[in-house]
Nanobody, 116 residues
Framework: QVQLVESGGGLVQPGGSLRLSCAAS????????MGWYRQGPGKERELVAG???????NYADSVKGRFTISRDNAKNTVYLQMNSLKPEDTAVYYC??????????WGQGTQVTVSS
């Protein structure tokens, strides 16, 4: 059974920073894609940032220049460094892994609240 465990969410003031982590445990094949999604109040879940095994990355326009995704393949872990946070970044953040055979796995979600 594969589990993704997220950490690093919390309450931060506008302009602040947070770093999210997501680690996979259990029997998992080689991970191809890793990513972070978020779902704000009354909104649909959206892709925030993604990275592939080849090292390419992509970001939502709203976070470009502020967020950075990175991965540690040896630890089956993905990170999201979030800087210059805004109130509109408030959401539940979910990590997502897709293995080489194409199976997808979701984390349980971690709350990020940006408020003064």
């Amino acid at each position: 059974q594969v589990q993704l465990v997220e950490s690093g969410g919390g309450l931060v003031q506008p302009g602040g920073s947070l770093r999210l982590s997501c680690a996979a445990s259990g029997r998992i094949f080689s991970i191809n894609a890793m990513g972070w999604y978020r779902q704000g109040p009354g909104k649909e879940r959206e892709l925030v940032a993604g990275t592939t095994s080849g090292g390419s990355t992509n970001y939502a326009d709203s976070v470009k220049g502020r967020f950075t995704i990175s991965r540690d393949n040896a630890k089956n872990t993905v990170y999201l460094q979030m800087n210059s946070l805004k109130p509109e970044d408030t959401a539940v953040y979910y990590c997502y892994f897709r293995d080489v055979p194409g199976r997808g796995y979701w984390g349980q979600g971690t709350q990020v609240t940006v408020s003064s």
